[in-house]
């Protein structure tokens, strides 16, 4: 069992200055227009494309990546935003290796399929380069109000459709700048040079469409009242809580949600500053696992283990995650669940981890323990949605919102998308295709009352 150096080792400016540049460049960087030319050629263009299938937004990938082949990246990004104007951040985000790249054909024959979200940037980038505004004209004006609560993915897909449609949008989000886990949630080499806060500009350049921020659902914003000031609400609020260990000592410094360090380097204006822990424990298996544990790698972090409670395979993160993570530096090491945390005048200085094992389908523990010294203990074990800020009108399982295929919930007037609901991927993507459809729908629902008005006024004095 290894002890525990006394005293956690927390400083700021690990690396030298010009360092953490390097460290936090772009993952990916953008094709240049030959490199995408010679990409967009392997692309088979198939009929009744897999990899169109796998999409979870449903966008036209061969034709977008021949109209890149001919030379037309303008109206290939056309054909990308028909289906989900935030492509660019999900070229950047998506984890594309499960799923349009997983089964494109040249994977499947070779290996090495064609890089899908790479030539998506390409056509997105160059779009947004060009041009200030979306490629989308404004139906003329409704007069109906929507609410959209929640900046995130799902909101700023459900607004801009809706703006889209003419109505007149209202775009509520808690924090100062919306974007939601565009802005606050991800690594910040998946996302360099302010591309979230360009997107958001982009989407709202549509018109009609205004944001309100510090404006939270359970605080200072009320369902039952903007059920009552606006035709129809949408809510993408995320999942605002974080789950915890449920182990003494969480209380203790050293003691961290990864969400909110990820939040904290994301709007960091000088990365030298943040502190960060000499050694490092991640709890957890997904995508904000490795995100944190190859940041704080990053910031000068030497020794960054994850930890996860079942086998490798069994890691919500992507194969493709979890060799980022190893090839930074990062060891991942499985079958291994908190049980104890080691403080010390309080501050965390350990954690013990106990060896797990699964029989019959349940996991369970041998007894077996191993103490590993820790400056800092992330938590990244899921999050979860905040019931009561909502009130007890809609109707929730296991923790979620309960919507329909339309993205309706129970309420005649609210529709619901992305992590908040039953049956979410978890997934920007989706998120962008739960916003899309529900905005389609509350267009549907509004025209036909209109339809209804107009009708009845024509009974009345026709």
């Known amino acids: 069992m290894t002890q525990t150096k006394a005293g956690p080792d927390i400083a700021a400016g690990r690396l030298p200055e010009d360092a953490y540049a390097e460290n936090f460049s772009d993952l990916h960087p953008l094709l240049a227009p030959h490199e995408a030319s010679v990409e967009a050629d392997r692309c088979y263009f198939c009929y009744d494309a897999p990899c169109m299938q796998a999409c979870?937004?449903?966008?036209?990938?061969?034709?977008?990546?021949?109209?890149?082949?001919?030379?037309?990246?303008?109206?290939?990004a056309k054909t990308i935003f028909e289906q989900n104007i935030l492509g660019g951040m999900c070229a950047r985000v998506c984890p594309t290796?499960?799923?349009?790249?997983?089964?494109?054909?040249?994977?499947v024959a070779e290996g090495k399929p064609v890089k899908i979200g790479e030539l998506q940037r390409f056509a997105t980038d160059h779009y947004m380069s060009e041009n200030d505004s979306t490629p989308f004209t404004r139906a003329a004006p409704t007069g109906k109000k929507i609410a959209v609560v929640g900046a995130g993915p799902a909101g700023l897909s459900c607004a801009h459709r809706l703006a889209v449609h003419g109505h007149d949008v209202t775009l509520f989000d808690a924090r100062e700048k919306a974007g939601g886990l565009n802005e606050y949630g991800i690594a910040s080499y998946k996302s360099v040079d302010n591309f979230a806060q360009r997107e958001v500009e982009f989407v709202l350049s549509i018109g009609g469409i205004e944001v309100k921020s510090g404006m939270r659902l359970g605080d200072n914003l009320d369902l039952g009242d903007l059920r009552s000031t606006y035709d129809a609400v949408f809510l993408g609020i995320g999942l605002g809580g974080v789950n915890a260990l449920g182990l003494d000592g969480e209380d203790k410094a050293g003691s961290l949600d990864a969400v909110d360090?990820?939040?904290?380097?994301?709007?960091?204006?000088?990365l030298a500053k943040l502190p960060v822990g000499r050694r490092i424990v991640v709890i957890g298996g997904g995508m904000t696992a490795v995100d944190i544990a190859v940041q704080t790698k990053l910031l000068g972090a030497e020794d960054v283990t994850i930890a996860y409670r079942r086998g490798q395979d069994r890691m919500n993160a992507s194969e493709y995650e979890q060799q980022l993570a190893q090839t930074s530096g990062v060891r991942i090491l499985t079958w291994a669940q908190p049980k104890a945390l080691v403080t010390e005048n309080g501050s965390v200085t350990g954690i013990e981890l106990e060896r797990t094992e699964e029989q019959d389908g349940r996991l369970n523990g041998t007894g077996q323990t191993v103490t590993m010294p820790a400056d800092m203990v992330f938590k990244a074990v899921g999050q979860k949605l905040?019931?009561?800020?909502?009130?007890?009108?809609?109707?929730?399982?296991?923790?979620?919102i309960v919507v329909d295929d339309d993205r309706k919930t129970n309420l005649p007037d609210v529709w619901a998308g992305g992590d908040c609901v039953l049956g979410g991927e978890d997934l920007t993507v989706a998120a962008v295709e739960d916003g899309k459809i529900a905005a389609e729908s509350i267009n549907a629902a509004l025209s036909e009352q209109s339809l209804g008005a107009t009708d009845s006024r024509e009974s009345k004095y026709g």
């Open 261 to 270: 360090y990820i939040a904290d380097l994301r709007q960091a204006k000088e």
């Open 97 to 107: 290796e499960t799923l349009c790249e997983q089964v494109c054909v040249r994977e």
């Open 56 to 76: 979870p937004t449903s966008i036209d990938i061969p034709q977008f990546i021949r109209q890149i082949s001919t030379g037309n990246p303008t109206g290939s």
């Open 386 to 400: 905040v019931q009561a800020d909502l009130g007890d009108a809609l109707s929730l399982e296991k923790g979620r």
